[in-house]
């Protein structure tokens, strides 16, 4: 797995905690998962049909597939509020870390290498092409692209740190 995988897996990975309002859902299944009646589809197995419900009795957004229709194969990605779950896991910390400036504060924040060479391989994987001996250059644009992609992967970030 990549840094940038693992980076999100951290961030995304802690949406899940029960009692955290940090994600909103757009469909029931968490990336990388199934809902049980793909899965069950996709693994051959007899998905029963069921008579629909009375309305009101599906949570809002939910689409029941008529007789004869196969589940949804894709669904919508969910949209994680990453500012909650940093901002959650900031409070807890005993560091004061600004994961809203720094990629150092950021990796440290979800448990990662935050070395030089760690974000030396990070800005290698992210395809950056500036000088990797200006640390300080390769800080801000790794920040900048980091929350970029995870906006691009289904994060909620702030407006004001996309620019």
Do not use: C
Not at 32 to 54: D, L, Q, Y
Not at 109 to 121: N, Q
Not at 131 to 137: G, L, Q, V
């Amino acid at each position: 797995m990549g840094m940038f995988a693992n980076l999100m897996s951290k961030v995304f990975g802690h949406s899940s905690t029960p009692g955290t309002p940090a994600a909103t859902t757009t469909h029931a299944a968490p990336p990388g998962t199934a809902a049980p009646s793909i899965a069950a589809a996709s693994s051959g197995a007899a998905v029963p049909s069921a008579p629909v419900p009375p309305a009101g009795a599906r949570p809002p957004g939910t689409v029941t597939p008529s007789a004869g229709t196969p589940p949804l194969s894709a669904a919508a990605p969910a949209v994680v509020d990453v500012t909650a779950i940093l901002d959650g896991l900031a409070v807890r910390n005993p560091e004061k870390l600004d994961w809203k400036k720094s990629i150092v504060d950021l990796l440290k924040l979800v448990g990662m290498d935050s070395s030089l060479a760690a974000r030396k391989e990070l800005a290698t994987e992210l395809h950056y092409s500036g000088d990797k001996n200006d640390s300080a250059a390769m800080n801000i644009w790794l920040h900048k692209e980091v929350i970029k992609k995870i906006a691009e992967n289904g994060g909620k970030v702030p407006q004001e740190l996309l620019h």
